[in-house]
């Protein structure tokens, strides 16, 4: 668990606009999303894990114990979520209005590499490590 913690900062992005589009996003948050670099932190808080997301135009954050549901909220919708830790990997399960979306992260080479699915569209994006 502890390969996931401290800042993270996107560095490639493919079919991220299609998938924010298939999952329903708004189109004015799907051109954001589209064109800001985020800065993901993770980190340990007690017995609770916290994922920070910042931009230049936005921010968000949640707190959740592993494999524990959870609500968030997010771009205006709110979601269902667990996240669980499955053979070194974040596997992130997202329900709403009847759809469920997967957000598996991994590290491979120094990067973490996040995969959305939902329904047959993928989107990768990738983070590199930041400095201390």
Known sequence: MEAFFGNWKLVSSENF??????IGLAEEVVQIGNIVTPVLSIYQDGEKLVMKLKTSVFSSEKSFVLGEEFD???AGQKYRSVINLD?????QTQKWDGKTTIQTRKIQDGK???TMSYKDTVAVRTYEKMAD
């Open 17 to 22: 606009e299609e998938y924010m589009r298939a």
């Open 112 to 114: 973490m590499i996040l």
């Open 87 to 91: 053979d070194g990997k974040l596997v």
């Open 72 to 74: 968030e909220n997010f």
